[in-house]
Nanobody, 122 residues
Framework: VQLQASGGGLVQPGGSLRLSCAVS????????MGWFRQAPGKEREYVSS???????TYYADSVKGRFTISRDNAKNVYLQMNSLKPEDTAVYYC?????????????????WGQGTQVTVSS
């Protein structure tokens, strides 16, 4: 079972990045896929999540209107990030879980990728 996050990098404020999460080793049928991020010295925080069939998407207030989560037929997951701000700087993690409680609760997600660094700076 593996989640492989990629697509991070250095971008100027106002720029865009697209993160990818490649899913391999099993199918997460019925699982919610999510993105979290962790800035230095801070707790890991919820960013966005998407239902197994892609029909429902959810966002933290801090990224609503700027980020878009999606998934393809192979169930890989993407996070399109536009209008990036310096406060978006963090390591971004993709995760999968049979979420029964709060989508924003990282303890609801059983599987995690290794993280990809996003730095927003001029």
């Amino acid at each position: 079972v593996q989640l492989q996050a990629s697509g991070g990098g250095l971008v100027q404020p106002g720029g865009s990045l697209r993160l990818s999460c490649a899913v391999s080793g099993r199918t997460f049928s019925g699982y919610v896929m999510g993105w979290f991020r962790q800035a230095p010295g801070k707790e890991r925080e919820y960013v966005s999540s998407i239902s197994w069939n892609g029909g429902s998407t959810y966002y933290a207030d801090s990224v609503k209107g700027r980020f878009t989560i999606s998934r393809d037929n192979a169930k890989n997951v993407y996070l399109q990030m536009n209008s990036l701000k310096p406060e978006d700087t963090a390591v971004y993690y993709c995760a999968a879980g049979a979420v029964r409680g709060l989508l924003a609760d990282k303890d609801e997600y059983e599987y995690w990728g290794q993280g990809t660094q996003v730095t927003v700076s001029s």
